[in-house]
């Protein structure tokens, strides 16, 4: 089992897999045109750096930066951001199992939706390479082979999962009720579900912040013993930062917790 270094992709991503479906083939260019969606974003903006350290039980393993670029950027002739995200082992773990984690995501501004994703991924020496370009107005996208696939409407990729998920409205969140978000992880469409389990406030290295709280909707027996063996913690504000997240798994536990930030779009909920 490899360690999840970058713990954001991993939560959101591949640990909370569960009823994955196959797309079905087909020629991207004989597809209808369905149009864009307008979704508002309040919750960050170009510039925003978030950075993370991960402990693997006492030790500190990695740490995992995400970035939105601060220059203009176009994608298919509309405005987009460019995200980058990146994780690498530290100290002691990067002599014996050396992590090297790049991620990339091209998401349009009007409508929060990805047009391409890429990942490069070296960890331990296990590589994987992957390159999505998507077509979200004809519901469809192609892998780095340039098959073609019918996808859901405006289907998220791993990283662009991560920031759609911060622009969703909780202001009347109750407990027990579940977001999910589609996406294509690993060649399969997935429904990521995340439970709200309440409001919380915690300390962390960097300061004391009021959350909220939720549990993925986990597959378990794969990495974790149940449901509620990891927990992530957002900020309860416009930002939805992620501020910490807990994993008991299988073989150990994993921590992440927010080191530095800047740039963030409004006021972060910090006592």
């Given amino acids: 089992m490899k360690t999840p270094i970058f713990l954001f992709v991993a939560i959101i991503g591949a640990l909370t897999l569960h009823a994955q479906v196959k797309p079905t083939q087909t020629n991207v ?3 209808p045109d ?3 969606r307008q979704s508002p974003n309040y919750a960050f ?6 950075t993370y350290r991960i402990h693997y039980g006492i030790v500190d393993a990695g740490t995992a930066t995400l970035q939105v670029e601060e220059s203009p950027y176009k994608f298919a002739g509309r405005d ?3 995200i980058v ?3 690498r082992s530290v100290g002691s773990v990067d002599w014996f199992f050396k992590v ?5 995501t091209h998401i349009d501004k009007q409508g929060m939706f990805p047009y391409r994703f890429l990942r490069n991924c070296d960890e331990g020496g296990y590589r994987i390479q992957q390159d999505y370009t998507f077509f979200p107005e004809r519901r469809a996208f192609k892998n780095m082979k340039g098959e073609g696939y019918k996808s859901p409407e405006f289907v998220q990729d791993m990283l662009s999962s991560y920031y759609y998920a911060r622009t969703l409205d909780y202001n009347y969140a109750r407990i027990g009720d579940v977001y999910t978000i589609t996406a294509l992880v690993d060649d399969e469409i997935v429904p990521l579900k995340m439970k709200f389990i309440g409001r919380e406030t915690i300390t962390i290295d960097a300061g004391t912040f009021r959350c909220l709280k939720f549990v993925p909707v986990v597959q378990k027996g794969r990495v974790f013993k149940k449901e509620q063996d990891l927990t992530v913690w957002i900020t309860d504000d416009l930002n939805h930062i992620p501020v910490l997240a807990q994993a008991e798994i299988l073989v150990g536990s994993i921590k992440m917790e927010l080191q530095d930030f800047k740039g963030v779009r409004n006021t972060l909920a910090k006592l």
Avoid: N, P, V
């Avoid at 090297?100 to 990339?104: L, S, T, V």
């Fill in 100 to 104: 090297r984690d790049h991620y990339e």
């Fill in 80 to 82: 987009a951001y460019k």
């Fill in 29 to 31: 260019d004989h597809l």
């Fill in 45 to 50: 903006m170009a510039g925003e750096q978030l």
């Fill in 85 to 87: 995200g990146t994780g």
């Fill in 34 to 36: 369905h149009g864009f």
